[in-house]
Every structure is written in structure tokens, then in C-alpha cells.
């Protein structure tokens, strides 16, 4: 079945730039949307359609999207970035979710 | 503010159902999707199917079939999910979440959650 890979992990010291990866075969095909979630808290929309922010969210977080991999980008990162980030897209119409990245801050 | 509100957590049998709403406010309810999503304890995100409040008309994962139903109140503005013939497994956190009007295939919006525990 098809599925959404991503790195388990991924660490960064404060201020340096993070970048999340999200692998999937229909990715040329389909938008990308990424999601925050922070410890007993529900995911939030950070961008949506590959590279567009929703509003209120900072513009440090920046999505793309090329050929299978879409990537979340954080620049600049703050210690209340650490989360789980979850990439989102479609199989065959119904949503699907990658496995999570746990984002550390060192 | 646009927000969905959530019935309290749940301790169920194994075989029982469990139901659980999902209380809009802040926007049209009939206007949006609402889409069901579930996390077990240090797991990730599954999607479980979607229900438009204006028609009723609901789709659900494969997974799910034959066990999720999904339904509505629009004069409460109130989603509901009930999940049948529960098992341990289905012991998580279960989400509401509302499409995003700029992209319906994302969730904009989230309920706080309701944990379901399934248990002898």
C-alpha cells in the first residue's frame, strides 16, 4: 500500500535551519501539507498545497515539493519548535498521514 | 473564534461502542467537512473518514468499514463518530478536525481530543 515516509528523527541547535523530508511516489501528483504537534496538544496546520502558510503561522516554516519529496523548512529555529511534525497528502482521494519526525532543539 | 469541542474521555469494554461529538461554533457547520483522525499513545496520525454536515453523506477508510458511523445534528452544530465492536487496539485519542477552506484536503481546525480506552 502506498505510504509516506519520514525520517524518525531530526536535530537542530537553535537558530540553525531544520529540514523535514517527506517521500511518497504520488507526491508529483499531489500537494504536500504539513502539520505541528506539540505534546497533548493537537496538530496544527503549518503549510498547506506545497508552499503556502496559513495565516498566523511564522514565516520561518516553509514547505516545496519536488518530484517524490516534499520538504518542511524552519529557519531560524526556537526552542518552541521542538515537536512531532507529520507530513499529509492523498491515496486515492482519502488523506494519509507520514509516520512523524520528532524535531529536537538542541 | 472558529473552535470544535469535544465530549469528555471514554473507558469502554471490549466489544462495546463508544460515541463521541464533536460541538462547532464560530462558523457555518454546515459549511465544511468534518473529518474524523485518531492517534494511539506515542503513535501517529490515522485518518478515519469524513462526514459533510450540510448533506450527511459520509466516506469512510477501508480500515473502518462496517464499524465507524458518522453523523450529525445541524441544529446543535454537532458531529458525532461512533466506533462499534471495539477491540484494544482502538484504544487512542480520537481528533475532529475541520477542511481548511483553502485547500479541503488539509484540517485546519482541531478538536482538543478524546481519549478512548478500551479495556477488561
Same mark, same amino acid.
Given at each position: 500500500? +502506498? ?31 504539513? +502539520? ?11 503549510? +498547506?498545497?506545497? %508552499?503556502?502558510?496559513? %495565516? ?5 516554516? %516553509? ?31 482519502a488523506p494519509l498521514f507520514?509516520?512523524? $519526525?520528532?524535531? $529536537?532543539?538542541? | #473564534?472558529?473552535? *470544535?469541542? #469535544?465530549?469528555?474521555? &471514554?473507558? /469502554? ?5 463508544v460515541?463521541v461529538?464533536c /460541538? ?10 468534518i473529518n474524523w483522525v485518531r492517534q494511539a499513545?506515542?503513535?501517529?496520525l490515522e485518518w478515519m473518514g469524513w462526514m ?6 459520509t466516506g469512510y477508510a477501508q480500515k473502518f468499514q462496517?464499524r465507524v458511523t458518522m ?8 458531529a458525532y463518530m461512533e466506533l462499534?465492536? *471495539?477491540?484494544? &487496539?482502538d484504544?487512542a485519542v480520537y481528533y475532529c478536525a /475541520?477542511?481548511? &477552506? /483553502?485547500?479541503?484536503?488539509?484540517f485546519?481546525?482541531?478538536? #482538543?481530543?478524546t481519549?478512548v480506552?478500551?479495556?477488561?
Amino acid at each position: 500500500s +502506498y505510504e509516506l515516509t519520514q525520517p524518525p528523527s531530526v536535530s537542530v541547535s537553535p537558530g540553525q535551519t531544520a529540514r523535514i523530508t517527506c517521500s511518497g511516489d504520488a507526491l508529483p501528483r499531489q500537494f504536500a501539507y504539513w +502539520y505541528q504537534q506539540k505534546p497533548g496538544q493537537a496538530p496544527v496546520l503549518v503549510t +498547506y498545497k506545497d %508552499s503556502e502558510r496559513p %495565516s498566523g503561522i511564522p514565516e520561518r516554516f %516553509s514547505g516545496s515539493s519536488s518530484g517524490t519529496i516534499a520538504t518542511l523548512t524552519i529557519s531560524g529555529v526556537q526552542a518552541e519548535d521542538e515537536a512531532d511534525y507529520y507530513c499529509q497528502s492523498l491515496d486515492s482521494n482519502a488523506p494519509l498521514f507520514g509516520g512523524g $519526525t520528532k524535531l $529536537t532543539v538542541l | #473564534q472558529v473552535q *470544535l469541542v #469535544q465530549s469528555g474521555a &471514554e473507558v /469502554k469494554k471490549p466489544g462495546a461502542s463508544v460515541k463521541v461529538s464533536c /460541538k462547532a461554533s464560530g462558523y457555518t457547520f454546515t459549511s465544511y467537512d468534518i473529518n474524523w483522525v485518531r492517534q494511539a499513545t506515542g503513535q501517529g496520525l490515522e485518518w478515519m473518514g469524513w462526514m459533510n454536515p450540510n448533506s450527511g453523506n459520509t466516506g469512510y477508510a477501508q480500515k473502518f468499514q462496517g464499524r465507524v458511523t458518522m453523523t450529525r445534528n445541524t441544529s446543535t452544530s454537532t458531529a458525532y463518530m461512533e466506533l462499534s465492536t *471495539l477491540r484494544s &487496539e482502538d484504544t487512542a485519542v480520537y481528533y475532529c478536525a /475541520k477542511v481548511f &477552506e /483553502k485547500a479541503q484536503d488539509a484540517f485546519d481546525i482541531w478538536g #482538543q481530543g478524546t481519549m478512548v480506552t478500551v479495556s477488561s
